[in-house]
T-cell receptor, first 112, second 114 residues
Framework: NAGVTQTPKFRILKIGQSMTLQCAQDMNHNYMYWYRQDPGMGLKLIYYSVGAGITDKGEVPNGYNVSRSTTEDFPLRLELAAPSQTSVYFC???????????FGPGTRLTVT | AQSVTQLDSQVPVFEEAPVELRCNYSSSVSVYLFWYVQYPNQGLQLLLKYLSGSTLVKGINGFEAEFNKSQTSFHLRKPSVHISDTAEYFCAVSEKTNAGKSTFGDGTTLTVKP
């Protein structure tokens, strides 16, 4: 089992560019999540999904989009990158009944 | 709506001393509670969780936590810490009726000194 994988590990974007952060899990988890972690702060939920084809907004969804066409993949799309989106992004997955979240290694994104 | 407050942003302790990291939460419904640990430049991993049953839960690496419903707290404890316990610790809560949506505290940095 690879668990939760994220690509890329690092990325530098110019203001206004777009990109997709990839996330995949091989544990057959129905729940998947995207978080951002700013320095010295906790995790803020961006979007989450309770199954293929079902997504919902979290606490900080503005500037991001997601899709979930398969159980395994949950990509996060940044449109028109802004400096405020400089952060570390974590993808996670979980399943009933324990709801323990398994995290990927993160993507460090810098927007300049 | 739910919220999590970790009462200490930084906790320095000496090796082999006991430690308590405090977490209070607010929710209008029943919740699941979690503690996660994050080592430098890594993702988070689960230390322990409370879903139901006994209010004292034991986790990995000798950590334990007690769920106190009346005080809406879920404090993390370890009787004797090691240098390797130096890390960031996060408390998290999920509503039982919407367990897909979790709220995390801002984290507590535990620094264990020799």
């Amino acid at each position: 089992n690879a668990g939760v994988t994220q690509t890329p590990k690092f990325r530098i974007l110019k203001i206004g560019q777009s990109m997709t952060l990839q996330c995949a899990q091989d544990m057959n988890h129905n729940y998947m999540y995207w978080y951002r972690q700013d320095p010295g702060m906790g995790l803020k939920l961006i979007y989450y999904s309770v199954g293929a084809g079902i997504t919902d907004k979290g606490e900080v969804p503005n500037g991001y989009n997601v899709s979930r066409s398969t159980t395994e993949d949950f990509p996060l799309r940044l449109e028109l990158a802004a400096p405020s989106q400089t952060s570390v992004y974590f993808c996670a997955s979980s399943r009933e009944p324990n709801y323990e979240q398994y995290f990927g290694p993160g993507t460090r994104l810098t927007v300049t | 709506a739910q919220s999590v407050t970790q009462l200490d942003s930084q906790v320095p302790v000496f090796e082999e001393a006991p430690v308590e990291l405090r977490c209070n939460y607010s929710s209008s419904v029943s919740v699941y509670l979690f503690w996660y640990v994050q080592y430098p430049n890594q993702g988070l991993q689960l230390l322990l969780k409370y879903l139901s049953g006994s209010t004292l839960v034991k986790g990995i690496n000798g950590f334990e936590a007690e769920f106190n419903k009346s005080q809406t707290s879920f404090h993390l404890r370890k009787p004797s810490v090691h240098i390797s316990d130096t890390a960031e610790y996060f408390c998290a809560v999920s509503e039982k009726t919407n367990a897909g949506k979790s709220t995390f505290g801002d984290g507590t940095t535990l620094t264990v000194k020799p």
